[in-house]
């Protein structure tokens, strides 16, 4: 059971835009700066967006990140079949003094 | 471009210890102020913490794993490695270590080893 809890899957259609929420609570989310990984099949998670909301270089304006109280969402408009993956959000927990993710979301872009 | 890589054996025997290495280059060790970590991923699971590291040796440990579990570091090396003793077959899975780059109050995992599967099995 992960500490952050995202829903197992979502799908859309290609170029629809797509949300994945990411529920914490004070002792991560609602205290910490959460970052977004994607993972293609077979491959190593590739950070997505860092300090809720900040997409590193090479990353498209397509990804987006917001959090507000102890929740945090990744949004992705215009989407491809490339960016079919998983999803997994991020942070530190300050009760547990450890690292916690989501359990991971599966898009598929049907 | 900060580059990890994982090595080790690929199969450990039940009770005994996994022992992974991660060498790291493009980045030191030794400058300070990023955590140095690893995280483990079973078969069609998630993402999984077990501990990071400073420089100066301090850790974290996930607290599930904390009994089991040790990291250390070797600055003249640029490596940083991983010890869990005990091990069983809920321990197999990609292991990844990565960088974990920290800026004013806020850090992030940027870069990531390409994993290396460890299986335990008799």
């Known amino acids: 059971q992960s500490v952050l809890t995202q829903p197992p899957s979502v799908s859309a259609a290609p170029g629809q835009k797509v949300t994945i929420s990411c529920s914490g609570s004070s002792s991560n989310i609602g205290d910490h700066y959460v970052s977004w990984y994607q993972q293609l099949p077979g491959t190593a998670p590739k950070l997505l967006i860092y300090d809720n909301n900040k997409r590193p270089s090479g990353i498209p304006d397509r990804f987006s990140g917001s959090k507000s109280g102890t929740s945090a969402t990744l949004g992705i408009t215009g989407l491809q079949t490339g960016d079919e993956a998983d999803y997994y959000c991020g942070t530190w927990d300050s009760r547990l003094t450890a690292g916690v993710f989501g359990g991971g979301t599966k898009l598929t872009v049907l | 471009q900060v580059q990890l890589h994982e090595s080790g054996p690929g199969l450990v025997e039940p009770s005994q210890t996994l022992s992974l290495t991660c060498t790291v280059s493009g980045d030191s060790i030794s400058s300070g102020g990023h955590y140095w970590t690893w995280i483990r991923q079973p078969a069609g699971k998630g993402l999984e913490w077990i501990g990071r590291i400073l420089s100066v040796g301090s850790t974290n440990y996930n607290p599930s794993l904390k009994n089991r579990v040790t990291i250390s570091v070797d600055t003249s090396k640029n490596q940083f490695s991983l010890n869990l003793s005990s091990v069983t077959a809920a321990d197999t899975a990609v292991y990844y270590c990565?960088?974990?780059?920290?800026?004013?109050?806020?850090?992030?995992?940027?870069?990531w080893g390409q994993g290396t599967l460890v299986t335990v099995t008799s």
């Open positions: 990565a960088r974990r780059y920290c800026s004013s109050d806020s850090c992030w995992f940027d870069s």
